[in-house]
């Protein structure tokens, strides 16, 4: 039997898991949430993967321990692409995945070209290689990492200024690619990229289409937790790996999403 007050734990490097928990939300407003931030460790994308694997398989076998959720949500495809199979495991809970939304990207593109904005690691993941082949067969998958943009959604949603050349060299790193002036839908596939969509809109005009999967990673929790308990005994919180003035930063924009308080593990 579930317990009531079991949390939900979502895992990001940083801010990007918010543009799930947005949605997450919306469909299970009841739900205690605790949202954990491996800031210690932020940027994952130029990490190698075994870097990686160890971080994340570590940090959430301890919070898995300390807090008892429910289930865990790898709210980062970097983390996931390389070690959900892992963590799955090693890990005795349900544990919900992000992976880059190559299928509905291609049932949506009407010039076959899609690009696709991610990390460095995650854009060279053999992971990625057997979305494209399975799903977007007769397509063209235009790549591109774009470290800049996690940088840029860290510094928006802490209230500082971002550079807009950032955005414009992203869509260039797609559009300068042989066929990039075809590329008519982009998969968003790094949960940082959401949180910067009008940005990205407007650096790639009104003709391309975004993409990410955040809507379906909270229908996914919805189905998994379905005839579970739900109740909220404390407020819930933001837990980061490491104290600083870039955490105190985000106070605001944490409340925004229902997080009250902050926790270091
Ligand atoms: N938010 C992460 C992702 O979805 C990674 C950002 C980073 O740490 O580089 O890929």
Redesign the pocket.
């Known amino acids: 039997m579930t317990e009531p007050s079991a949390p939900i734990l979502l895992f990001?490097?940083?801010v990007?898991?918010l543009s799930v928990l947005a949605e997450l939300r919306k469909v299970l407003p009841q739900a205690p949430v605790i949202y954990a931030a491996d800031n210690a460790g932020?940027?994952?994308?130029?990490k190698t993967e075994a870097q990686i694997a160890a971080r994340v398989a570590g940090l959430l076998g301890r919070m898995t321990e300390r807090y008892r959720p429910r289930l865990a949500c790898i709210?980062?495809?970097?983390?996931s692409t390389i070690a959900l199979g892992m963590v799955r495991e090693v890990l005795e809970l349900p544990i919900v995945g992000?992976v880059p939304a190559i299928k509905p990207a291609a049932a949506l593109t009407r010039s076959g070209t899609i690009g696709l904005l991610?990390?460095e690691?995650?854009i060279r993941q053999g992971y990625v290689d057997r979305l494209e082949a399975e799903f977007a067969v007769g397509k063209r998958l235009l790549r591109y990492g774009a470290?800049e943009l996690?940088a840029a959604a860290e510094a928006r949603l802490r209230g500082e200024p971002v550079d807009p050349a950032v955005f414009s060299r992203a869509a260039a790193g797609l559009r300068d690619q042989p066929d990039g002036q075809a590329i008519d839908t982009i998969v968003l596939?790094?949960?940082?990229f959401p949180l910067v969509e009008a940005e990205l809109g407007e650096a790639f005009g009104p003709e391309v289409r975004f993409i990410h999967g955040a809507e379906g990673i909270a229908r996914r929790i919805v189905h998994l937790t379905e005839g579970q308990p739900f109740a909220r005994t404390e407020p819930d919180f933001a837990l980061f790996t490491r104290d600083g003035a870039d955490v105190a930063a985000l106070a605001p924009t944490l409340a925004r999403f229902g997080l009250e308080r902050i926790e270091i593990l």
């Open positions: 990001d490097s940083g990007g898991g932020l940027p994952y994308g130029s709210a980062c495809n970097t983390a992000t991610g990390t690691a995650t470290p996690v596939a790094c949960t940082h």
